[in-house]
């Protein structure tokens, strides 16, 4: 993806978490060789989202996967660095971006993308 487009891409997704009414804590948050484009705090549910962008109008939205062993290190080591978020709810969410122009793009978000036992609930 071309740094240009991957930044606005970055900066639309977080447009969109706060128009949802999201609080973002992290923004390219990293632990040893994993990250999560943003954590957000959704009331009392903390999200980890992972971001995804084209702008190949032809394959459409991107449609990718998270890893579950890839959320739950970002998670546990993010939980472990702040105890003061002990009382909520842990999730993964995609937030899939399509650009169609320098000012429009189609937003696909997928809240609660793994269940419990791991397996990817994307439509």
């Excluded at 890839?70 to 995609?94: G, K, M, N, Q, S």
């Excluded at 169609?100 to 609930?121: C, E, F, K, Y």
Aim: one cysteine or more.
């Amino acid at each position: 993806m071309k740094k240009k487009m991957k930044k606005r891409a970055t900066a639309a997704i977080a447009r969109y978490l706060e128009l949802k009414g999201c609080e973002i804590l992290e923004e390219g948050w990293s632990h040893g060789g994993d990250t999560a484009d943003f954590i957000v705090l959704d009331g009392y549910e903390i999200a980890f989202v992972f971001g995804f962008a084209s702008e190949n109008i032809g394959e459409g939205i991107p449609d990718r996967a998270i890893d579950r062993k890839t959320f739950e290190r970002l998670a546990a080591a993010y939980l472990a660095e702040h105890p003061d978020h002990v009382d909520c709810a842990v999730r993964a969410d995609i937030v899939s971006l399509l650009v169609l122009s320098d000012n429009r793009a189609m937003i696909r978000h997928h809240v609660n993308a793994i269940d419990a036992s791991g397996l990817d609930l994307r439509p």
